[in-house]
C-alpha cells in the first residue's frame, strides 16, 4: 500500500443520498429539497411547547448532522428545539461526484446552509401557530470548517440568526 491503510476515496454512494441509518430515540430525519438535491435535517423538538430560539447545528468538514446528536439531546431535554444540517458531500445528504464536489465553490455550499436555516424558520413559526411571513430565527451553533461556511454566508446576508456560537471553529479567512 503505498499509502498505508488509509486511503481517502470518493465515490458518489449508490442509492444517492444513501440510506437513512438508525437514529436515537427523540430525533428524526426530514430531507430538505433544493435546487441542488435533496439535504438531511436531523430534529429534536421537545415535546412540551418552547418560546426558546431553535438551535441550528452546523457541522465541520467530514463531518455530518449526527455529529450533533448528543447537543440535540441534551438541549431538546431542556426544552429547546434543535436542528442539525448536513451539507452536499455529507452524512445522509446526496453526493455530487468527485468532479463537481472538487468545484463547488464555497457560496454553493453556503447556499445549502442558507436554504436549511429558512426551511427550520419557516417550521419552527408554523410550529408555533405564528401568522405567515412571520420568522423565528435560529441560533447557530458551528464547529470547525462549519464555523468557516457560517461566518461566510452571515457575513454575506444569506442567513440572519439571532445568536452565533462557533465550538473550536476555522477562521472566515481560512485555516
Not at 449508490?14 to 438535491?37: E, F, H, M, V
Not at 458551528?142 to 456560537?165: D, E, I, K, N, P
Amino acid at each position: 500500500m503505498p499509502f498505508g491503510p488509509f486511503i481517502l476515496q470518493w465515490r458518489a454512494p449508490s442509492p444517492n443520498p444513501p440510506p437513512p441509518s438508525a437514529l436515537p430515540k427523540g430525533i428524526s430525519r426530514n430531507y430538505i429539497d433544493t435546487a441542488s438535491g435533496p439535504l438531511e435535517l436531523l430534529s429534536a423538538i421537545p415535546v412540551e411547547p418552547s418560546a426558546q430560539p431553535p438551535l441550528f447545528f452546523a457541522h465541520g468538514g467530514f463531518g455530518c448532522a449526527e455529529v450533533w446528536l448528543e447537543y440535540m439531546q441534551y438541549f431538546a431535554a431542556k426544552g429547546i428545539p434543535c436542528y442539525a444540517v448536513s451539507y452536499r458531500g455529507h452524512g445522509k445528504s446526496w453526493y455530487p461526484g468527485f468532479w463537481r464536489m472538487y468545484f463547488t465553490t464555497r457560496r454553493s455550499i453556503a447556499q445549502d446552509l442558507e436554504d436549511c436555516v429558512a426551511h427550520v424558520e419557516k417550521l419552527e413559526a408554523q410550529r408555533r401557530g405564528l401568522p405567515e411571513g412571520k420568522k423565528v430565527r435560529v441560533v447557530m451553533v458551528a464547529h470547525s470548517g462549519g464555523g468557516a461556511l457560517c461566518q461566510y454566508a452571515l457575513s454575506r446576508g444569506m442567513a440572519t440568526v439571532q445568536g452565533f456560537c462557533m465550538l473550536a471553529a476555522v477562521p472566515a479567512f481560512g485555516s
